[in-house]
């Protein structure tokens, strides 16, 4: 998947226009808590907010 940002900035009296886009990673919240675990870290804490997932990970 690839995701575009188009921004628009005021400078002084005009608008500026910046694009980028890059490559999103999307990875299975278990995959990712199960491969962290295997590596010794524990998870502390997750939390969802508006659809993306918060990890706080301690080793």
């Known amino acids: ?9 005021r400078q002084g009296e005009q608008w500026a226009l910046q694009k980028s886009s890059y490559r999103k990673l999307r990875l299975a919240l278990s ?3 199960t491969q962290l675990q295997l590596t ?5 804490a997750q939390e969802s907010h508006r659809g993306m997932w918060f990890l ?4």
Do not use: C, E, N, Q
């Open 40 to 44: 010794g870290f524990t998870i502390d």
């Open 56 to 59: 706080a990970v301690s080793k």
């Open 31 to 33: 995959w990712l808590i």
């Open 1 to 9: 998947m690839v995701v575009h940002d188009l921004i628009y900035t």
